[in-house]
């Protein structure tokens, strides 16, 4: 049976992350939120599995789907929140929204609207901690989320062959949703051999086909066990399935293009109700208790921030 | 916006010596990968035996492995792992041989390098230097010759220099490296030869401050990156006929110091833009757009204004028709002329030149 400690854990973020998103779902037609927002509702477990399994120090790079990676890596809710409010006192002052989430004293590096984008630039950072590790005698790991569709862009090759070259301290977590947009793998790939392909690098790979918070959580901490060790690079493909619609709040399950009996089959693995399910009642509320406080917390603050000053505009154009 | 006008650089008081502009920048990597231990260097071919045109020779000895690297070809992804480190404190070098591979690096540069200090609201700086180099004769052709700097200089976020002597690579290079943001470094091939009395000890040239290079009263021209060495011939041209030109090398295309070109203009009533480059929304577009705006706004006549570059083709590698791509120092001084004498004088052409870099230059590189 898992720790019970763990459990808890597990399942606060996921829900706190779930809830969350489903907040800005119901109010979203109020026009609050100024950005576009891509929901991470049912894919949850990938990133909390990862990130609670880091250490403090440890970094986590985004893709622009990435409420859920921010959340599960700690970044500040407050910030977040406001970020999606417009509002000055957001994580990126609200000159940036949802696509471009960022914590950097917490480890979470920008995210970037276009896909692929920011692989590389991880790679560039975990090149920086193992340079540092030779001062400070600690390896760092960077952990690169990103989704299917990215591993179509050259980036994703050229970083792969870099990170193997210079042996990078760097997880590589691919969330394979089977969708870009709305084109499903099929339309996409001539083989789904993913790891078999990225294996050909050089690289580590393991497969998780059942989004099980545990295994991935499990399964990260071997894996930087042995980067921390100095043992290059490592790849993680974790299937997974979007809830909700590619951008926006909405169930698009109305449209035809994936069925609802594949989504019926995920959301009876859902891991937020199964661990749900795995903690007595009474702690279960508390934590409940716990994530609607914080939520609510999140909102206020960004509903009583104010809107950046006009001189803002100009701001961080150029670094001094 | 502009950086005030200080105009040249004295000559420096420091012991100089007399180099090539690689060589020159070749001083300026080693001295500041000295003084600061998160400068770092890579590209293809950076550690070869011809170590980037002898601009990188013999750093990886002195530097180490980790420091002085070279890379797969794969220019965006090596954009991308440049900005990481750079984000985290590190202050990388990334060279590409030709210009025209930066247009594989785009994304990064355009997407990460010039956006994150905005869209990180401050978070994070992106201490980058780009060095690239144009090419150009003995076959360069339409894809090794290509000068792209406008189209960085469109991009907010990025600043583009451009030096054309060994001076000034020294000096820009120093500021580059130093500067806390992607800094996009156009060197020039036929350049690399060219010598110049540069100081010994480490110096900066400040980004964003022109050059006027020789002053004149009849025509300010202005020329980038290896068009000041024509425009310098097309200056000893209208010598012979009465006409004195004052030669400005903007140095930085972005921040662009117009204060330094329009005190200029304002003396000589006529401004000739040569660029290394096509025309077409192109530096001399804006420089000539800002030109205009700043008169308007002071209630100044608009100067005299025209402006030279590149013939709007593919670069062609045949030798007859290359020579007609380029400006040189003949047709820039036949126009200077033209500008300053009037449509009704006594034609003119300038003398032929003696050989130049141009014709020295046998490739391969």
Not at chain 2, 55 to 78: I, Y
Request: a negative charge; charged letters at 20%; proline letters at 5%.
């Amino acid at each position: 049976m898992h720790n019970l400690e763990l459990t808890a854990r597990l399942y606060k973020t996921m829900l706190l992350i779930r809830q969350f998103e489903l907040y800005l779902a119901e109010i979203y037609h109020t026009d609050a939120i100024k950005s576009p927002v891509h929901l991470s509702v049912g894919q949850e477990s990938i990133a909390v599995g990862v990130c609670d399994a880091l250490e403090k120090e440890d970094i986590v790079s985004n893709t622009y789907r990435c409420h859920a990676t921010y959340i599960a890596k700690g970044g500040d809710l407050n910030e977040m929140m406001a970020e999606l409010y417009g509002k000055r006192t957001g994580c990126a002052g609200g000159k940036a929204g949802s696509m471009h989430l960022v914590d950097i004293k917490r480890g979470i590096l920008g995210a970037s609207a276009v896909v692929g984008t920011t692989v590389p630039v991880a790679a560039g950072y975990a090149w920086a901690m193992k340079r540092d590790k030779e001062k400070t005698g600690h390896q760092r790991v960077v952990t690169a989320f990103f989704g299917d569709g990215c591993t179509e862009e050259g980036c994703f090759y050229e970083t792969l062959n870099f990170s193997a070259l210079h042996q990078l301290p760097i997880i590589f977590i691919c969330e394979n949703n089977r969708l870009a947009i709305h084109t499903p793998i099929e339309k996409r790939w001539a083989s789904e051999q993913l790891c078999e392909r990225v294996a050909t690098f050089g690289i580590k790979t393991h497969r998780i086909t059942d989004a099980d918070v545990f295994k991935i959580h499990e399964t990260v901490s071997n894996a930087l066990q042995d980067i921390r060790q100095g043992n290059g690079p490592i790849f993680i493909e974790c299937d997974t399935y979007r809830w909700l619609e590619h951008v926006g709040p909405r169930d698009d399950h109305n449209i035809s293009y994936r069925s609802q009996e594949e989504f019926q089959r995920w959301k009876d693995q859902d891991q937020v109700t199964r661990l749900a399910h795995m903690l007595d009642e009474s702690h279960r509320h508390q934590i409940q208790a716990e994530v609607k406080a914080a939520i609510i917390k999140a909102s206020e603050f960004a509903e009583n921030s104010p809107y950046p000053a006009a001189e803002e505009l100009y701001t961080h154009v150029y670094a001094s | 916006m502009f950086t005030p006008a200080k105009n040249a650089i004295a000559s420096p008081k420091q012991d100089t010596h007399l180099i090539r502009y690689c060589d020159a920048l070749r001083e300026a990597f080693e001295q500041e990968m000295e003084r600061d231990p998160q400068v770092f260097l890579f590209g293809l071919d950076v550690d070869d035996h011809v170590g980037i045109q002898g601009s990188t020779v013999k750093l990886q000895e002195k530097f180490g492995k980790h420091r002085v690297f070279n890379t797969p070809l794969s220019e965006d992804a090596m954009t991308g792992v440049a900005i990481g480190a750079a984000m985290a404190g590190y202050r990388p070098i990334h060279v590409h041989i030709r210009m025209d591979f930066m247009l594989l690096c785009m994304n990064q540069l355009v997407n990460m390098a010039a956006k994150s200090h905005y869209m990180y609201n401050g978070q994070v700086q992106i201490p980058l230097v780009v060095r690239t180099m144009i090419g150009r004769s003995w076959g360069q052709g339409g894809q090794h010759s290509q000068a792209l700097h406008s189209l960085f200089m469109h991009i907010p976020g990025l600043k583009v220099v451009a030096p054309a002597n060994a001076h000034d690579a020294k000096g820009c290079m120093i500021a580059a490296i130093r500067d806390n943001n992607p800094v996009v470094f156009i060197e020039h091939r036929l350049l690399y030869s060219t010598e110049g009395y540069v100081p010994k000890a480490s110096y900066e040239v400040p980004l964003g401050q022109a050059r006027i290079l020789t002053e004149g009263s009849d025509i300010t021209i202005v020329a980038i990156s290896h068009m000041v060495m024509e425009a310098l011939r097309a200056r000893k041209h209208l010598e012979g006929v009465g006409i004195s030109a004052e030669i400005i090398d903007p140095i930085t295309l972005w921040p662009l110091d117009m204060n330094t070109i329009m005190q200029s203009v304002q003396k000589t009533g006529r401004l000739l833009i040569v660029d290394n480059a096509w025309l077409t929304c192109g530096a001399s577009s804006e420089m000539m757009t800002r030109a205009v705006e700043m008169c308007q706004e002071e209630g100044k006549p608009i100067p005299r204004l025209a402006r030279m570059g590149f013939a709007p083709t593919t670069c062609p590698t045949t030798k007859p028709l290359e020579n007609l791509f380029y400006p040189n120092g003949r047709t820039i001084a036949a126009k200077a002329y033209e500008m300053t004498k009037g449509p009704h004088a006594k034609p003119w052409e300038p003398p032929l030149d003696a050989k130049t870099e141009i014709d020295a230059f046998k490739g391969p590189f």
